[in-house]
């Protein structure tokens, strides 16, 4: 079994090693599917009947491969959750403190709901204080208790406050999990479009855009970075 790269370190690095991996285990599997496409030694049945193996044996490779990244994502993905889990973790006793230290905020929402995003901002370090507010403040939205205006002054709120150091290194990583997710999934449709075009099918109108904004996403992904597989499958 090829050896994965880890992903609890960088994980966008080990996303495009992972990709490179791939290329060089697909390169002869294609080979192998093309030398079948154009042996003339055979008839035209036979030589379907050779170029359909090696395409499967292809295939094979890549969800083999496939498989193994998406178990390596999956650990690290657990991790992170876990992680999260306990740096937002309260107990019964603390969300009932909480509720009760709320409850003049609560019992105002209607004529002041920003008062919700004060208290917000002063609780980072409160869990429970921290949760009630979040549930509160999503269901108002949900509500349009506020409107556009506090959905909008939330918003801001997120993006400008500084979460919990462990808390923020989590999101992050499942931030950085998700993108490589993407990442590795373009890579597998781009390597199943090459199988299709190695065994002599043309890809259809709805899959060459496709492969195309793959191949974009997939450059984006690397930010600079070479990558041969790139050029394989054009």
Do not use: C
């Amino acid at each position: 079994m090829t050896e994965i790269p880890t992903y609890t370190s960088d994980v966008k690095a080990a996303a495009i090693e992972d990709v490179d991996t791939l290329r060089w285990q697909m390169e002869p599997k294609l080979e192998r599917v093309e030398a079948a496409a154009t042996d003339k030694r055979y008839s035209d049945e036979g030589r379907a009947e050779f170029v359909g193996q090696a395409a499967e044996d292809a295939a094979d490779t890549l969800g083999k491969w496939a498989a193994e990244t998406a178990g390596a994502l999956d650990e690290v993905e657990t991790a992170a959750h876990e992680t999260l889990q306990e740096a937002r973790a309260t107990t019964p006793e603390e969300m009932g403190t909480a509720a009760a230290t709320l409850t003049p905020v609560l019992a105002a929402v209607n004529q002041d709901p920003e008062a919700l995003l004060r208290a917000y901002e002063n609780s980072l370090e409160d869990n429970a204080t921290r949760a009630i507010l979040e549930r509160t403040i999503a269901n108002m939205i949900a509500a349009d208790i506020g409107g556009l205006q506090f959905s909008e002054a939330w918003s801001r709120l997120q993006r400008r406050l500084e979460l919990p150091e462990v808390e923020q290194e989590a999101l992050d990583k499942l931030t950085e999990i998700s993108a490589a997710r993407g990442y590795i999934d373009a890579a597998t449709h781009l390597a199943q479009f090459a199988i299709i075009e190695t065994a002599g099918s043309q890809l259809n109108g709805g899959q060459l855009l496709a492969k195309e904004r793959m191949r974009a996403g997939m450059r984006a992904y690397e930010s600079g970075v070479e990558s041969g597989w790139l050029l394989r499958v054009s």
